[in-house]
């Protein structure tokens, strides 16, 4: 499959496919005869993994990384393993972070009467008081300076 076929597949500009190849975040790409790429189902498999571990939160770094020690062979099994549960244990940080956040957002959602509109209240006060003071400085301004 070509380069245009593949980016529309997969939602990527051309310029991202070579980018990723270039600097090892896939593997080389097979060539046709003519010297474009021809992308087969090995070289899609790299593509969706990269974007999913893109999508995780995962650096190109780290990708590249993975990559290397892939193509390194299989004494290398361990070793990306490793990588795999350190990037999975900052995931699950970055989850318990939204977590947290979710459950924020729930209650304010939940208790929005209760809590939000006092502080609406709050703000509406001040507003007519900034209000009431803007109105009595024009009013100086115009009475006591136009005398």
Known sequence: MNIKKISEKYKITPDTLRYWERIGAIPPVNRNPSGYRDYDKEDE?????????????????????YIQLFIQGDQTIETRKELLREQLSVIDERRSEIQQMYEALEEKI????????KYEGKLKKHKEELLLKEFLFIYYCIFYYHK
């Open 45 to 65: 498999d790299w593509i969706v993994w990269t974007l999913r571990m893109k999508n995780a939160g995962v650096s190109l770094e780290r990708i590249i990384e």
């Open 110 to 117: 939940e208790n929005y009467e209760e809590h939000m509109l």
